[in-house]
């Protein structure tokens, strides 16, 4: 799944910390969502969409390999 993560922090100058202090993960948990390494529950996803004042949809997009998985 790809995702907009870093560009959505940057536009509200959030560092990694910042944001995962915002929705109560660890900072590791931010980067492994930036980095393609973790897919987060729909209640983070909707935490994460919250904080930048937009929809899932937005921050986070299915790739093709997704749905052969």
Do not use: C
Request: charged share 30%.
């Amino acid at each position: 799944m790809k995702n907009t993560l870093k560009v959505e922090r940057a536009k509200k100058n959030l560092t990694q910390a910042d944001l995962a202090k915002l929705i109560m993960v660890s900072r590791q948990t931010i980067h492994a969502i930036e980095s393609g390494k973790y897919v987060p529950s729909t209640v983070l996803a909707l935490k994460i969409a919250h904080i930048f004042e937009t929809t899932i949809e937005e921050v986070f997009e299915l790739e093709e390999s997704d749905w052969s998985k």
